[in-house]
């Protein structure tokens, strides 16, 4: 059975900071990873997808790395802003030999505070 | 907006009560997920459907849990005798292609009394 862990629980920091989010995983026979950013009270918001293949992938000032034979991926954010404060979950999605078996495990989320 | 939507948003019951939530994926979506959420924890997987069929179901899904996806579009999950511990938000999450990347609606919040 995945078992998703990210640490920290809780970060807070001042704006401008960058900052690493780490999340590990016990199954490595995933098919993709993808981080969510959710507001309180919201759906999740998909930030980065990471292929098993892949091993890192950017998009702004988000940068996510996948080491999939540790079982760890890294979501670093440049330039921290207020905007930015929000939980970050990441999922990685089961599945081997190149097929997806369905379902995301997710993490219990970092909760980031950036406050100005 | 990620083109998922849920309906209701919020959903009030008493206990005892029957309650069912609507999924409109994203239309040219073939896989449709849904997961619970409760306060300070992070998603937890129910089931999934490829088109219509059912495939996988979570031992969290009790026999009081049925979910449906006539024809392969909108899907329909269904509590029957709601306790207070399906108190919760419940997400619905479609998606296509190889990548299969999860978008995710906007949830519905359920609260038994």
């Known amino acids: 059975k995945q078992e998703v862990t990210q640490i920290p629980a809780a970060l807070s920091v001042p704006e401008g900071e960058n900052l690493v989010l780490n999340c590990s995983f016990t199954?490595?026979?995933?098919?993709?990873l993808q981080w969510f950013r959710q507001d309180p009270g919201k759906g999740l918001t998909s930030l980065l997808l990471?292929?098993?293949?892949?091993r890192e992938q950017t998009s702004g000032r988000l940068n996510a790395s996948l080491d999939k034979s540790s079982g760890r991926s890294t979501l670093y954010i440049a330039a921290s802003q207020p905007g930015d404060s929000a939980t970050y979950l990441c999922?990685?999605?089961?599945?081997?030999?190149?097929?997806?078996?369905?379902?995301?495990?997710f993490g219990q989320g970092t909760i980031l505070t950036v406050h100005p | 907006d990620t083109g998922v939507s849920q309906d209701p948003r919020h959903k009030i019951t008493k206990r005892g009560q029957n309650v069912t939530f609507r999924c409109d994926p994203i239309?040219?979506?073939?896989?449709l997920y849904w997961y619970r959420q409760t306060l300070g924890q992070g998603p937890e997987f129910l089931t999934y459907?490829?088109?219509?069929?059912?495939?996988?179901k979570s031992r969290l899904l009790s026999d009081r849990f049925s979910a449906e996806r006539p024809k392969g579009s909108f899907s329909t999950l269904e509590i029957q005798r709601t306790e207070q511990g399906d108190s919760a938000m419940y997400l619905c999450?479609?998606?296509?292609?190889?990548?299969?990347?999860?978008?995710f609606g906007p949830g519905t919040r359920l609260t038994v009394l």
């Open positions: 990471i292929q098993s293949s892949q």
């Open positions: 239309s040219e979506h073939n896989r």
């Open positions: 459907f490829q088109n219509e069929a059912q495939l996988e």
């Open positions: 999922a990685p999605l089961r599945g081997a030999g190149g097929t997806s078996y369905g379902k995301l495990t």
């Open positions: 999450a479609s998606t296509a292609g190889r990548t299969d990347t999860q978008y």
């Open positions: 199954d490595s026979a995933i098919y993709n």
